[in-house]
């Protein structure tokens, strides 16, 4: 029905940049908040940012000043530029869409894309 796919993830050096970017694509849907998740190996599956339809941000105080969320509604699309990157910032980062069809709700996530902070 909905699918995300990410991209942009990879290996790069501590205080380096990354960009993902998150296309959702599929049947007839809206689309109201979307954002990216990130899980380590052991851990549980943490919000990193969340933004509304209308643009309004929200970010996991671990990434405030740091990461920047943003979204392009016309291309259903959702983009995450991370700088100052951290090693603790490692992890698997996965895509979510909460999209709606006749007034009915669905959270969707992505496949996922590795980001290594490494020197």
């Known amino acids: 029905q909905v699918q995300l796919v990410e991209s942009g993830g990879g290996l790069v050096q501590p205080g380096g940049s990354l960009r993902l970017s998150c296309a959702a694509s599929g049947s007839l849907f809206s689309i109201n908040a979307m954002g990216w998740f990130r899980q380590a190996p052991g851990k549980q599956r943490d919000m990193v940012a969340i933004i509304s339809s209308g643009g309004s941000p929200n970010y996991a105080d671990s990434v405030k000043g740091r990461f920047t969320i943003s979204r392009d509604n016309a291309k259903n699309s959702v983009y995450l530029q991370m700088n100052s990157l951290k090693p603790e910032d490692t992890a698997v980062y996965y895509c979510?869409?909460?999209?709606?069809?006749?007034?009915?709700?669905?959270?969707?996530w992505g496949q996922g894309t590795q980001v290594t902070v490494s020197s």
């Open positions: 979510y869409a909460n999209t709606v069809k006749d007034n009915r709700s669905q959270g969707s």
